[in-house]
């Protein structure tokens, strides 16, 4: 064969990689862009002098958002598709395979975008996929567990890989996200995580064993805390509903929370005194089902908390075996009398009057109405009467949903009861009947309601509601059409700083000392009187209700259309415009989306509690400084504070946000994974600091500190907005010198001036500096630009990010 004429081999790759380069520190992309066009199709062989211009550039493309070699491969693509007829298919077989080796080569730690544009360019998801797992499996031996994954979710060789050597790397360094990505789409791949992690959940689960399997993997704090049972319970249980996994296939995180489920339950009705004795029943048998261990531990709390005769009573429901009892609990069995021998449940519905005591009336608030004005709807003809009712033109209907809790066992919840409130009676759809509940009318009423424009629907935080909407009617997944909805959430939020209630202009107390939240504490504000919460934690389901059931049920809704009547009448009075419909959801910093992160049972403390830290506290005078410490909002005319003088403790819910905070120099501690609520007290109480909390904990923080030492967040916010209102409630002004002025990971604002070679031997002993080649390339820099990496950190005057 003839040699080629040097015109007819072409332009040499590595002369235009010299040219494109030298544009490229230029930053005449332009010129670039022409020049790159012209010399690719000066290339007697493109497609190897690209690979040969990539191979020949320097320094990686990790951390980088745009690099050179980027930069090429991007002008390459828009010069292919001036090009279509250069691909792979004119070279040979044993050609191309060599080529697309050679791409497979550069994809190391490359950021995404650059593995996307080789593998597209060099056809690479059409390899060998044991060529493809190989070169996978390469990255693996180097440490590179993120760009292995990555790139075999762009190769598509999911299937060729095994859970435990792709994701259990990426779950110890805290990229659960990206181990999710991986499975996502391959079911067998899916349930092999779940029941992986599920099997982390057993007691008997030794994180040893994952340090023997990777010695050389070093966890964070912060990585230990994310595969502890109880976050490990989250993730398996939100797995379970994303990939829609059998729950059965993970028993240990289902014990876990049904546990977890049986703490609270024991907390609320024998510590809190916060349950009545027939729910906390109800939800015990829920929670404990069959579960032989669990009923076992049951009769082991109430031994500690009630004592032997009601262990006694327990075990012998359970007919647990006389060797797994506690020491006197068989004893017990056998002194009871038979009337004792079994739980009694009294019947209240027999005895309790519709009305209830006058002492009862003047503390909570109830609805107007008669029992005879309260309808309940289980069949076609009440449901025709309920619609003749309830869509009558230009009508007003308060909206409300109970379902029965279910404590995080399981995410779905079907709705029970539906209650709509005209101002005359109530209807209860009554749901817990299947075929009522799917029947055809029924589901085209619920259409027809949210579609009606002329009737007004009042609700509270409806976003909930209408996620577990969808739960109950799988048909419902195509979007309700919703028109003429008004949720007085987002009135609430509007409502001026001196808040009134009816009887007159009077501050109602909104801050952290009011026990009140969400509706309840609208309607204190706007009526006068709280609602009576004891019966949201009921069992819905069951049936026949209970009389008090029936009356939180119709107070629920009732009492939407009593507020949004004063609030109407005249809103000025209360800050708010004088059209309320024109109060949008979307403008409320707190509802939609968020929203439907909630569940029942935080349903009381669903995001509104935002505003007890939005309003103005009027009583309980201090000096400004002792203000802001002790967690109430200043007053306006109050000097801003600088980060240093705000002393917090953050629950375990919120350490993304106590990490926000600390980079803003304020001086946080952050509950471990595993602490209980209680230890937040405790500190609090120790060392002066303010709790930060959120959801159901904050009830009983806020009764072992002072007033104003507990401030509820909504925890649906991300870290950066709870942050801001944080700053904004306590009048926490930051400075530039401020920010990294205090360490995220220990808290400290005492830093260390360390020498480069000192950091990077730190580094690589950490695990954090794994390529041999970055290593050396940092300790080749000159004395010159170390002072410059290290600049920020080593000046004194303006605190920086450093290493402690």
Request: one cysteine or more; charged letters at 25%.
């Amino acid at each position: 064969m003839n040699l080629a004429t040097p015109e007819a081999m072409g332009l040499d790759p590595a002369v235009l990689r010299d040219q494109l380069l030298e544009l490229w520190n230029l930053k005449d992309l332009q010129t670039l862009h022409l020049a790159s066009h012209q010399g690719f199709s000066k290339l007697s062989q493109p497609l190897e002098g690209l690979l040969t211009i990539l191979e020949g550039c320097s320094g990686k493309q990790k951390g980088r958002s745009h690099t050179f070699s980027h930069h090429i491969l991007l002008e390459y693509q828009t010069w292919m598709k001036e090009h279509p007829q250069v691909t792979l298919s004119l070279l040979s077989e044993d050609q191309a395979l060599a080529l697309q080796r050679r791409a497979l080569s550069l994809l190391t730690d490359a950021q995404s975008a650059f593995v996307g544009c080789l593998i597209d360019i060099y056809q690479l998801s059409s390899l060998d996929p044991a060529i493809l797992r190989q070169h996978i499996m390469k990255l693996q031996a180097l440490k590179c567990y993120k760009e292995a994954a990555v790139l075999s979710i762009k190769l598509k060789v999911q299937k060729e890989l095994t859970v435990e050597e792709i994701c259990v790397p990426l779950i110890l360094q805290g990229k659960m996200p990206l181990a999710e990505s991986f499975v996502t789409g391959c079911s067998d791949l899916e349930i092999r995580l779940v029941t992986l992690l599920d099997s982390w959940c057993h007691p008997s689960f030794s994180v040893e064993e994952l340090y023997q399997r990777f010695p050389h993997l070093s966890l964070s704090k912060h990585c230990m805390g994310q595969i502890q049972p109880k976050m490990l319970t989250k993730h398996v249980l939100r797995l379970v509903e994303k990939f829609t996994i059998q729950p059965g296939l993970c028993p240990n995180a289902l014990h876990k929370r049904r546990f977890d489920s049986l703490r609270f339950l024991m907390y609320k009705r024998f510590v809190e005194k916060s349950m009545t004795e027939e729910n906390w029943s109800d939800h015990v048998e829920y929670v404990v089902a069959d579960d032989t261990e669990l009923q076992i531990i049951l009769v082991k709390m109430l031994l500690k908390y009630c004592g032997l005769q009601k262990a006694s009573q327990w075990s012998l429901r359970y007919k647990i075996p006389r060797n797994r009892l506690p020491l006197g609990v068989w004893e017990s069995q056998c002194s009871l009398p038979p009337d004792l021998q079994q739980i009694h449940r009294s019947d209240p519905a027999q005895t309790e009057e519709w009305m209830p005591s006058q002492s009862y009336c003047q503390k909570f608030y109830q609805a107007p109405l008669t029992k005879d004005k309260v309808h309940f709807v289980e069949t076609s003809e009440a449901l025709q009467r309920c619609r003749n009712t309830i869509l009558k033109e230009g009508g007003i209907v308060g909206v409300d949903m109970e379902w029965q809790p279910t404590f995080g066992c399981i995410s779905s919840q079907s709705v029970a009861l539906i209650q709509l409130a005209v101002f005359d009676q109530v209807f209860l759809l009554d749901l817990s009947l299947n075929e009522f509940c799917q029947h055809p009318d029924t589901i085209g009423f619920i259409r027809s309601l949210f579609a009606e424009r002329n009737v007004l629907k009042l609700g509270y935080s409806m976003a909930g509601d209408l996620k577990c909407l969808l739960a109950t009617w799988h048909s419902l997944e195509e979007p309700l059409k919703m028109e003429g909805m008004l949720d007085l959430c987002s009135v609430h939020q509007k409502l001026g700083k001196a808040n009134r209630t009816h009887s007159g202009p009077k501050e109602v107390l909104v801050g952290e000392d009011s026990a009140e939240k969400g509706l309840s504490l609208l309607v204190q504000q706007v009526l006068g009187k709280p609602l009576d919460k004891t019966e949201q934690l009921s069992n819905w389901k069951k049936r026949p209700l209970r009389l008090s059931q029936i009356r939180y049920a119709v107070a629920d809704a009732y009492c939407l259309l009593d507020v949004y009547s004063v609030l109407s009448s005249n809103p000025a009075y209360f800050g708010l415009p004088a059209d309320l419909r024109s109060i949008s959801t979307s403008q409320s910093e707190n509802s939609g989306d968020k929203k439907e992160k909630q569940t029942k049972q935080g349903k009381q403390a669903l995001g509104k509690e935002d505003c007890q830290g939005d309003q103005r506290v009027s009583p309980a005078h201090c000096d400004s400084e002792k203000g802001h410490l002790c967690g109430e909002k200043p007053s306006e005319d109050s000097p801003p504070l600088p980060p240093q003088q705000l002393r917090v403790v953050c629950d375990n819910m919120l350490q993304g946000l106590g990490r926000y905070l600390r980079c803003l120099g304020v001086d946080v501690v952050m509950l471990e994974n595993t602490d209980d609520h209680r230890v937040a007290a405790k500190l609090a109480q120790a060392e002066g600091r303010v709790i930060l909390t959120c959801g159901q904990p904050y009830q009983s923080l806020r009764s072992q500190v002072g007033e104003g030492c507990c401030l509820s967040l909504d925890c649906t916010e991300k870290a950066r907005d709870q942050a801001v209102r944080v700053l904004r409630h306590f009048n926490i002004q930051p400075t530039p010198g401020d920010i990294f002025s205090r360490c995220q990971a220990c808290n400290s604002d005492q830093y260390v001036a360390v020498p480069r070679e000192d950091m990077v031997r730190m580094l690589q002993q950490k695990g954090f500096l794994q390529d041999q080649d970055n290593t050396d390339h940092i300790q080749q820099q000159s004395h010159q630009q170390k002072e410059e990496k290290l600049g920020d950190i080593l000046t004194p005057e303006l605190p920086r990010r450093s290493y402690t």
